[in-house]
C-alpha cells in the first residue's frame, strides 16, 4: 500500500500543532506530509530580516520545520538550537557588547542579534546562498531530520490587508484599512475583508505539485484571517484546491483570537465559503467543549458538504491550545477510514 498524502496549509503555532499531530499519526497510517507555510509575516525577527534583507519571512517556515523535526537526539538538539532566541545582551561593557563613543562616554550601540530566532537566521542564510527558498527549506529539513516537507504557499513574500470595522475604537462604525499581517492579528475590530499585496502572487510550484497528488487536504487550525485564509487568495493555490481529488479536513480553533474576536466557530467555516465558493470538505474536527451547541457548527459544516466530528483535543490545563497526542488520536479514525 502507498502512502498516504496529506498537505497542511497554515503558519505559526497553529500549523505547528497539526504537524505535530500528523507526525503521530504517521506510522501507524503511513502518511506522507507536507506543510504549505503563509509568507506574510511583517511582525518579529521575520518582520525585521524582510525588510533589512528581502526574502521570504523565515519565522512560520521555521515552526513548520522544527514541528517535522526527527526523534534523534542530535536532530532534537538541532531543533532546539533553531528555537533558541537571542536575549538583549546588558547595557554594560562586557562579552558581546558592542560600544561607541560620544564626546568622552561610551554608548552601547545595541545588540542586531536580540530578538532573532537561530532558526530565522540560517533560513535567512540559506536562502541567500541557495537562491532558492524550496532548495533552502530541503536543506534545512535534512538538518533536522524532518519527516516530512516544508513548502511556502508563494516563493514571493506577500502582504496582508483588511478592511476593518471598528479599528479604531474611537470610531465603532467606520472601516479603515489595516496593513501588514502583525497590524491585521492585533486588530480589535471586525474584519470585513481580506486581501493580499500582490493580490495574485504566483504559487509555489512544488506546493502545487503537492496538492495534486494529495490524498487529504487540512486547513487548521490557526488564526483564521492571517494564516489560514490567505492560501484561499492565491489564485493558482485555490485552482488546485478546488480541482485536487483529495479529500478535505477543517480543524477548528479552540477559541476567538483577537483578529476573530466576534466570530463564532460557524462563522469561520462561513468564511472559508465566502473567499473560496467553490471549496468542498469532507470533515470539520472540533473539540467537544469548544464547540459548545454542535447544531450551528453542524449547520455550517453540512453548507460545505462536511461530517462534524468532535473530539477532546485540547490540553488539560484549560489554555486554549491542542494537544498534539490528543489531536493525533482524534485524526487517526478519520484519515484512516478513507484508506
Not at 534545512?140 to 471598528?166: D, F, K, N, T
Request: net charge negative; charged share 20%; proline share 7%.
Amino acid at each position: 500500500m502507498t502512502a498516504t498524502r496529506v498537505v497542511a496549509f497554515g503558519g505559526g503555532h497553529g500549523l505547528s500543532a497539526s504537524l505535530r499531530a500528523l507526525r503521530r499519526c504517521a506510522p501507524e497510517l503511513d502518511l506522507d506530509i507536507t506543510a504549505v507555510v503563509t509568507v506574510g509575516d511583517d511582525g518579529g525577527s521575520s518582520g525585521r530580516l524582510r525588510a533589512e534583507r528581502g526574502g521570504l519571512p523565515p519565522g512560520d517556515l521555521r515552526q513548520a520545520l522544527v514541528a517535522l523535526a526527527g526523534d534523534h537526539p542530535s536532530t532534537r538538539r538541532s531543533a532546539a538550537l533553531f528555537q533558541h532566541r537571542f536575549a538583549e545582551v546588558s547595557a554594560g561593557v562586557g562579552p558581546g557588547t558592542r560600544t561607541g563613543t560620544a564626546g568622552h562616554h561610551t554608548v552601547p550601540q545595541g545588540d542586531g542579534l536580540a530578538g532573532h530566532a537561530v532558526g530565522n537566521l540560517v533560513l535567512c542564510g540559506l536562502m541567500e546562498l541557495l537562491g532558492d527558498p524550496v532548495a533552502a527549506l530541503e536543506h534545512a529539513g535534512a538538518m533536522l531530520g524532518a519527516v516530512g516537507r516544508v513548502l511556502p504557499m508563494s516563493c514571493q513574500p506577500v502582504g496582508i490587508e483588511a478592511r476593518v470595522r471598528g479599528a479604531d475604537p474611537a470610531r465603532p462604525d467606520d472601516v479603515d484599512t489595516v496593513t501588514g499581517q502583525h497590524q491585521v492579528a492585533v486588530t480589535t475590530g471586525r474584519v470585513e475583508s481580506l486581501r493580499l499585496n500582490p493580490e495574485a502572487p504566483e504559487a509555489c510550484p512544488q506546493a502545487l505539485e503537492a496538492i495534486g497528488a494529495a490524498d487529504w487536504l487540512i486547513f487548521g487550525p490557526g488564526s483564521w484571517y492571517t494564516s489560514v485564509l490567505p492560501h484561499l487568495l492565491v489564485p493558482e493555490l485555490a485552482g488546485a484546491i478546488v480541482a485536487s481529488p483529495a479529500r478535505r479536513l477543517v480543524t477548528l480553533n479552540l477559541a476567538a483570537e483577537k483578529e476573530t474576536f466576534g466570530l463564532s466557530l460557524a462563522d469561520h467555516l462561513a468564511e472559508l465559503r465566502w473567499y473560496l465558493p467553490e471549496l468542498k470538505v469532507d470533515f470539520v474536527l472540533g473539540d467537544s467543549k469548544a464547540v459548545g451547541d454542535p447544531e450551528p457548527v453542524g449547520r455550517a459544516a453540512e453548507s460545505l458538504g462536511a461530517r462534524l466530528v468532535l473530539a477532546p483535543v485540547a490540553v488539560t490545563d484549560g489554555t486554549p491550545r491542542h494537544d498534539p497526542a490528543a489531536l493525533g488520536a482524534a485524526l487517526v479514525p478519520v484519515l484512516g477510514a478513507a484508506r
